[in-house]
Nanobody
Framework: QVQVAESGGGLVQPGGSLTLSCTSP????????MGWYRQAPGKQRELVAY???????YYRDSLKGRFTISRDNGKNLVYLEMKNLQPDDTAVYYC??????????????????WGRGTQVTVSS
């Protein structure tokens, strides 16, 4: 698990879009698998999406078609593009990752630490 910093959250009306960013320092970023989680008030933290070092992606079924994860290894950045946002998407969004992460790692989601996260609020 690597150190990360999330940004890009904010207030958006239903139907709107936001793109979150996550950066992690170091020369090994391109080898990391990276993922996004979210935690809504009163809810458990849940996996949103991940992207492997080779570019393969995964999305929570309910989010397919609305959310897109991508990365720019030259800038040590991972993005989460969110479209047609709904109030149920309101949550603190976190990213994490590291070397050798796979589906099991992300689905388990039992990490020792988390970044600050970035708040996404969808409200009219």
């Amino acid at each position: 698990q690597v150190q990360v910093a999330e940004s890009g959250g904010g207030l958006v009306q239903p139907g709107g879009s936001l793109t979150l960013s996550c950066t992690s320092p170091g020369s090994l970023f391109s080898f990391y698998a990276m993922g996004w989680y979210r935690q809504a008030p009163g809810k458990q933290r849940e996996l949103v999406a991940y992207i492997l070092d080779g570019g393969r992606t995964y999305y929570r079924d309910s989010l397919k078609g609305r959310f897109t994860i991508s990365r720019d290894n030259g800038k040590n950045l991972v993005y989460l593009e969110m479209k047609n946002l709904q109030p149920d998407d309101t949550a603190v969004y976190y990213c994490t990752g590291g070397l050798g992460f796979n589906e099991h790692t992300f689905l388990q989601g039992n990490f020792g630490s988390w970044g600050r996260g970035t708040q996404v609020t969808v409200s009219s």
